[in-house]
Structure formats: structure tokens, C-alpha cells
């Protein structure tokens, strides 16, 4: 079927029936996106060309350079840097976007770029329907991993995953990381019975848009063995306090790394911040160092802290000294040789002083 672009150009698009793509993974076909239709043949019908706003004659030429066929790959790869956002979009509109190399393999580190930016736009070329969505091509796992991490389509995330997921692990946490993925896809990625590999249990520890019921599962260590996993959980400002309680305490949460995000969650309550910011319930002084840190710390911790009588790790009562919530009095001991030992301490207070007096 022949079609004319904006700039004249003619263009064929070939029957699959007639020249059939090698398929390395089952086809599928749940997917229709807009104008796309298969019967027979994949027949691509844009709905509309897109309208660039350019603001200049400049701007106008650079957009009909990135959607010109003629234009080099050497070139496509410039234009996809500039700063103007529509030139970079109209990237997608030039046929010789995915070209076909040497080896007969395609060259899709282009459609990856732009997949990171215009995720939407990129799921409906028909390169990445072809050879992600109808008939799945390992050479289009970068972009695949890239949108399934990005668009918004819920549709498109449970498509990809069910084609990809099951031999890839790199597109399961994709899934797992974009905050758009259905619960109940969160739910299987995020269980250690359902789900091997660390890192995809991880991304959804860190998904903002993980149910509070996962997150507690996630954060328990007779649910989820890796620490690595918790230390993720520790961090989401969205996981309930009552499970940062358990994975802030040296009693119940053995890896001081989980504790230590903990010390560092700004939505850890002021109790946790007090247990883990005291040395006789709070053995490594690196968890204390996070807690100081912390720009939500009491007052009253940070006193103890950046005392050098209940504090005895100088690190932290550095830290201490460097938190924009300390009390001046407390600097000026901290800047004070008769009270601060410790020449890199009385330094950095007295920096902090210097610096608040200027403000």
C-alpha cells in the first residue's frame, strides 16, 4: 500500500502475508491501538499528522529535517538531542526512525530515547507494534522496557507483560515500577512465591502506587526474606507506620541498612527517630549518622546526638552539626573546643553558624 508524507515522499508498506516476520516469541494480538488493524496484513492508517507549534522559521525547518526521509541516521541521532521538545517528537513521523542494519537486525537505540520521553506516541509506531506487540522481537526489549515502565495504558502494561514478562525478567520490573500497574500486578510481582527475582520485588517496594497491605507484606521478614527488599519498603514514604516501627527497631529488623532507611524516611514517626537515634538502642552508628541527618529529628534527639557525652561517634555529631534543625546552642557547643574534641565537628558547626548568620 502506498501513502504520501508531508514532504512528498512515497512510502510502501508490505503485506505480512507476502513477507512473513520471523516470530522468536508466541504472537499475540489483544492490543489494537487508534488506527491500526490487522486483517492479513499490518496497514498502518494515522489518524491525523502531527501539528508542531514552531515559533520560528528555524524551528519549522529543523521539524521538517526530522521527519524528512532523506534526513541521515547520523542526523536523527542529533535532532533527537536538541532541546526543542517537537523536534524531538517529530522524530517519530521520519519512516527511517528504526532502520534495518548490516546484519539485518534493527537499530532501535533511537525509538529507546524517545520512548523514555513520549512513551505514548512510541507504543502506537508501527516498529514497536510490529516487532513488540504482533509479533514479539527480542530486539525491541529496550524499548519495550522502557514504555512498559512509563505509559499510562493500562491495556498496553498487561499486554506487554503477559508477552514479555514470562522470559524477562527486565520488563517484569519495568511493570513493577510504573505507578499505573494494576494492584492486583503488583500484587503477584511483589510476593516472593510468585516472583524470584529480588529486583522486581524491589521496584514494587518502591512503587508509590503500592497497596499498604503489600507494602507490610513486603517489610516483614517472614514474608520477604531479602533485606534488600525491606531496605526498599523502609524508604516509600508511603509505607505505613506501623511497619516502619517494626523495620526501625534493632529487635526486629536485623539489617541496620533497613534501619538506616528508616532514620532517613521523612515519614518516619518522632518515636522510631528516638530509638534509633540513641546509642543504648541503636548499636551502628552509621543508622545514628541518618538519623541526625534527618531534618525531622526532635529537637531533643538531636541534642543527645551532637553531645559528645551520649554521643560518641564523631560522624554523627557532625551530621549533627550539618542538619539546617539544629538549635544554634547547640552549635555554638559543637563549634566550642571546650565542649567539641573533635577539630572536623567544630569545623563544620562553625561553618553552619557562619552560614546562618549571612541568611
Known sequence: MDFLDETGARYQLAEAVETPAPSKKAPIWPWVVGGLAVAGGLVWMASSPRKANPVSPELKALIKKAKDPKTSFKQLGKLQKHSEV?????????????????????DTS???????????????HPAFVLHALVEPDD??????????????????????????????????????????????????????????????????????????????????????SMGTVRQAVARNPNTPVDTLRSLGNEATEPHWRVRQAVAKNPST???????????????????RQAVAENPNTPLDVLRLLGNEATESEWNVREAVAQNPSTPPDVLRALGNEETEDDWVVRRSAQEALAKRSLS
Open 269 to 287: 514517626p518522632e518515636d522510631t527517630l528516638r530509638t534509633l537515634g540513641n546509642e543504648a538502642t541503636e548499636s551502628v552508628w552509621e543508622v
Open 139 to 224: 530486539e525491541m526489549k529496550g524499548v519495550v522496557v522502557h514504555v512498559a515502565q512509563r505509559t499510562k495504558e493500562v491495556g498496553l502494561i498487561e499486554t506487554l507483560l503477559r508477552s514479555w514478562g514470562p522470559d524477562d525478567w527486565y520488563v517484569r520490573e519495568a511493570v513493577a515500577r510504573n505507578p499505573t500497574t494494576p494492584p492486583d500486578v503488583l500484587r503477584s510481582l511483589g510476593n516472593e512465591e510468585t516472583e524470584s527475582r529480588v529486583w522486581v520485588r524491589k521496584a514494587v517496594a518502591e512503587n508509590p502506587s503500592t497497596p499498604e497491605d503489600l507494602l507490610r507484606s513486603l517489610g516483614n521478614e517472614a514474608t520477604e
Open 86 to 106: 517537537e523536534v524531538r517528537r517529530a522524530l517519530l513521523d521520519n519512516p527511517n526512525l528504526v532502520p534495518t542494519q548490516d546484519d539485518g537486525t534493527l
Open 110 to 124: 533511537l525509538l529507546q530515547q524517545l520512548a523514555k520521553e513520549f512513551p505514548e506516541e512510541v507504543a502506537v
